[in-house]
């Protein structure tokens, strides 16, 4: 029962550098997110992809690019990070497209941006 | 764009007494709201949702919420706390955007139980 997956758990990156977060879901889900968690702040949407193949801005997409690779993996990537994103990241997902569902969280990615 | 007001930033309470958590919500025609928990260093967890009919709603573990239409509130509540019962408590609405429906969240209420 590994439902959703995010890798890495931890990274420190410098400024300008660039990485991708990996999130994995084993529930064949429709719908997959990209959040970030920070103080204060609550969660905020960076992007999202209703069904395989489509994306679409949330929030505060600025700085991130996003990738449906296939049902079941969505990764987000930084191409120049900068301090501002230092954050937890969160991927959920959710089975339906539609209002109702309920979004199964993976248990995030720290990153710091020095 | 819906969204929600989480009232309260922290809220601190001894075990075994009551609590509420406040949420405003923006109006709409239609509105779906949502309750979820986070334990320290884990991911949000569905505490309970309101969809439409009982404007009362029930979580396995003793929490309740009330759809307020009149006051566009939706409120958690909890009328005997446990310790186990600390963590961060997030509010969220379903909105329908320009690639299919997404969830809002608010800032979050940090629930402290002390002994």
């Known amino acids: 029962n590994a439902g959703v997956t995010q890798t890495p758990k931890f990274q420190v990156l410098k400024t300008g550098q660039s990485m991708t977060l990996q999130c994995a879901q084993d529930m064949n889900h429709n719908s997959m997110y990209w959040y970030r968690q920070d103080p204060g702040m609550g969660l905020r949407l960076i992007y999202y992809s209703a069904s395989e193949g489509t994306t679409d801005k949330g929030e505060v997409p600025n700085g991130y690019n996003v990738s449906r690779l296939n049902k079941r993996e969505f990764s987000l990537r930084l191409e120049s990070a900068a301090p501002s994103q230092t954050s937890v990241y969160f991927c959920?997902?959710?089975f339906g497209t539609g209002v109702t569902g309920e979004l199964f969280f993976g248990e995030g990615s720290r990153l710091t941006v020095l | 764009a819906q969204s929600v007001t989480q009232l309260d930033s922290q809220v601190p309470v001894f075990e075994e007494a009551p609590v509420e958590l406040r949420c405003n919500y923006s109006?709409?025609?239609?509105?779906?709201l949502f309750w979820y928990v986070q334990y320290p260093n884990q991911g949000l967890q569905l505490l309970l949702k309101?969809?439409?009919?009982?404007?009362l709603v029930e979580s396995i573990n003793g929490f309740e919420a009330e759809f307020n239409k009149s006051q566009t509130s939706f409120h958690l509540r909890k009328p005997s706390v446990h310790i186990s019962d600390t963590a961060e408590y997030f509010c969220a609405v379903s909105d329908r955007g320009t690639g299919g429906f997404k969830t809002i969240f608010g800032a979050g209420t940090r629930l402290f139980v002390k002994a």
């Open positions: 109006s709409s025609v239609s509105v779906y």
């Open positions: 959920a997902s959710k």
């Open positions: 309101y969809l439409s009919g009982s404007t």
